[in-house]
Structure formats: structure tokens, C-alpha cells
């Protein structure tokens, strides 16, 4: 069973950056795409970033706009997501996730298993 935890969240205030990182217990980490969702209170969980497990080709959703970095050491079994510019609307607790399947990256969540616990992110305005 493949077991991921989140860390590096933590309170930051607007304009500025943070990177999370999610490390897999799971052998089979390197096989699959990784993604990175997010959940703000009251509000749906939603995509965030992906990243393909060999050929390193990420997939954002438009509201990163540049702003984030998805990447991924396989070696560490680890994935990162480094943010920049970070606004109020940023603020949310920050989900890793590996990919039910390989192929082509997915931004629903239905695709996605073996979630992690999340790790919160607040920007302070």
C-alpha cells in the first residue's frame, strides 16, 4: 500500500513562497503520474499541478499561471510543488496524490488514489 506525506506548509505572507514536498512510502512511486490538488475551506477540491512520472512533462491548472513548480525525484521517491507569488486565494490545505493509471496527465481527482494527509497553506494578506 503506498502511503504519501506532505510537508513543508506553513503561513506566509502575500507575495511570497513556499515549497511542499510529498515523499512516497509506496516502491511503485516511479510508475505512475503525481499530482498536487488542493481543498480551501468550503470549497471543492481542485486540481493544481501534475507531473508524468518518467518523462517529467507537468500539467498546471490556468489559476498557476505561472506561478507554481511541480517536480519530482524519483530517486526519493519524493514530489515537490514550489510556489511563488502566493495570494489570500492560494490559501487552502495542499493534497499529493498518485495517478490511478500512466498515460496522459488527469485533473479530475476521481483519477487519482493513495492520497496523503495534506499539509495548510495560509497566506496572510
Known amino acids: 500500500q503506498v502511503r504519501l506525506v506532505e510537508s513543508g506548509g506553513g503561513l506566509v505572507q502575500t507575495g511570497g513562497s513556499l515549497r511542499l514536498s510529498c515523499t512516497s512510502s509506496g516502491d511503485t512511486f516511479s510508475y505512475y503520474p503525481m499530482g498536487w490538488f488542493r481543498q480551501a475551506p468550503g470549497k471543492e477540491r481542485e486540481f493544481v499541478a501534475a507531473i508524468h512520472w518518467r518523462e517529467n512533462i507537468p500539467r498546471y491548472a490556468d489559476f498557476v499561471e505561472g506561478r507554481f513548480t511541480i517536480s519530482r525525484e524519483n530517486t526519493k521517491n519524493t514530489i515537490y510543488l514550489q510556489m511563488s507569488s502566493l495570494s489570500s486565494e492560494d490559501t487552502a490545505v495542499y493534497y499529493c496524490?498518485?495517478?490511478?493509471?500512466?498515460?496522459?496527465?488527469?485533473?479530475?481527482?476521481?483519477?487519482?488514489?493513495?492520497w496523503g494527509q495534506g499539509t495548510q497553506v495560509t497566506v496572510s494578506t
Open positions: 496524490a498518485r495517478a490511478r493509471y500512466g498515460g496522459p496527465l488527469s485533473t479530475s481527482s476521481d483519477d487519482y488514489v493513495s
